[in-house]
């Protein structure tokens, strides 16, 4: 594509459309990957598709409603290359959200922190299973979410607990190798604009438990004041 948009006109046409809340829950899962760097599959997942055919189907649709707005005359074959990059790398092809256009995402607030525990993939909605008010919805650290830094966590501290030094292995054995949540340390208010992560500063692995123990406390409580409370 070879015009581009200002995050003003990305703005203006978002708030002609009507984005179904599936959508908009697209829109908000994408803009909280790190880079807004997000697969097809990966989005499928988290959205809790069994592919990534209703993802295509439901972002293009909105990409056309989005370019209608915009007064495209020529649509690009591929709808969502209006609004978002795509980059071929090992793992398949990647959707990078154009700046401008989450610029004006960010603009009318529509990248609510606030996501449906619903649509959280398996590391925060199975440590809400022990939480109270489970159905709410629950502040949610993006970050938390994003694989790579996720590893590179792990790489450093291992598979044991942060807080009570459990590795699952120990209590479930096969099933339970090398599985732990990741934990992000600073709260999401806190790191709103341009983010770097770090992923040895700011993540931590946690087993589940001790993770829904975090997430008691709104923000989260700190690792150290959390250890202090262990029995
Ligand atoms: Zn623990
Ligand atoms: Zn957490």
């Known amino acids: 594509m070879g015009i581009s948009y200002t995050a003003e006109q990305f703005s203006r046409a978002l708030r002609a459309i009507t984005p179904s809340s599936h959508q908009l829950k697209i829109l908000r899962i994408h ?3 790190v880079e807004k760097d997000i697969t097809a599959t990966q989005l499928a997942r988290e959205m809790g598709y069994s592919n990534y055919v ?21 649509m690009p074959e591929i709808r969502l290359k209006i609004i978002v990059e795509f980059e071929k790398r090992n793992d398949g092809w990647h959707w990078i959200m154009r700046p401008q256009f989450s610029k004006a995402i960010k603009k009318l607030g529509w990248e609510d922190k606030y996501i449906d525990a619903s649509i959280l993939p398996n590391e925060i909605s ?4 022990y939480a109270e008010g489970a159905r709410k919805k629950i502040y949610v650290n993006a970050y938390e979410r994003d694989r790579k830094a996720r590893d590179e ?14 590795k699952m292995e120990s209590v479930y054995g096969e099933i339970g190798k090398e599985f732990i949540h990741v934990h992000h340390i600073r709260p999401l208010s806190s790191t709103s604009g341009k983010r770097t992560i770090n992923p040895i500063k700011d993540l931590r692995p946690v087993c589940p438990n001790c993770h829904a123990m975090l997430h008691r406390k709104d923000p989260p409580m700190s690792i150290e004041a959390l250890k202090k409370e262990l029995i």
């Open 31 to 33: 803009y909280s990957y």
């Open 54 to 74: 209703t993802i295509n189907n439901l972002y293009g649709r909105l990409a056309r409603a989005i370019g209608e707005a915009l007064g495209i005359k020529k």
């Open 126 to 129: 199975e440590s809400l299973e």
């Open 153 to 166: 966590c792990i790489r450093h501290y291992g598979w044991a607990c942060s807080i009570c030094g459990l």
